[in-house]
Structure formats: C-alpha cells, structure tokens
C-alpha cells in the first residue's frame, strides 16, 4: 500500500466505540496502542489518548493497518484526554517505570 494513502486513511478522524455488556469493546479509529497490562489499556486515537480501566483486560485483536482494536475483560470505565496532556504524563509514566 501506498504510504501516503495509508497516513490520509489513518488521519480521517472517524474514531467509534461499540461497547457490549462491560465485556467486549471494539474499537476503530486506532492510531496506536501506548501500553496494556491486565487493568489498563492506552489507547492513541483520532479523538485523543483512550484509557481503558478494569480487570482481567486483554487485547484479543489488533489492526493498526485497519486502526482496529478488541478489548475483552471486566471494563470499569473509559476516559479520553488530549495527546499532549498525555504524553507528558506518560513520559512521567515511563520515566519513573524505568529508574
């Protein structure tokens, strides 16, 4: 694919969430996946920085290509911020992960 095509497809700024039952989110509009561990997933997408709080998460499926991303679990809640409120908490984040 060409790369220009693939960065005009990515920056449409379409961004949905479908969520089932607190079980299953499924997500498009994905730009990037930040970091995940059972209680949290970052999420980079055409609306901001998606955090996604509960127990037991996991990424079941994931297209960046496509911007896709599944997440199944106990979902507590779903937060948004702005990138660049973001990125300087995560770079706070990472920096005392990695002292």
Do not use: P, W
């Not at 079980?23 to 996604?52: H, N, P």
């Amino acid at each position: 694919m060409d790369e220009r095509a693939y960065e005009d497809r990515r920056t449409t700024g379409v961004h949905k969430v479908y969520l089932n039952a607190r079980k299953t989110a499924v997500m498009s509009g994905v730009r990037d996946v930040l970091s995940f561990d059972a209680k949290e997933v970052y999420l980079e997408t055409e609306q901001g920085i998606l955090l996604i709080r509960g127990d037991e998460l996991h990424v079941n499926r994931l297209s960046l290509e496509k911007g896709e991303v599944d997440v199944d679990g106990k979902i507590d809640s779903l937060a948004y911020s702005d990138r660049e409120e973001t990125a300087k908490k995560a770079a706070g984040f990472f920096g005392r992960m990695f002292q």
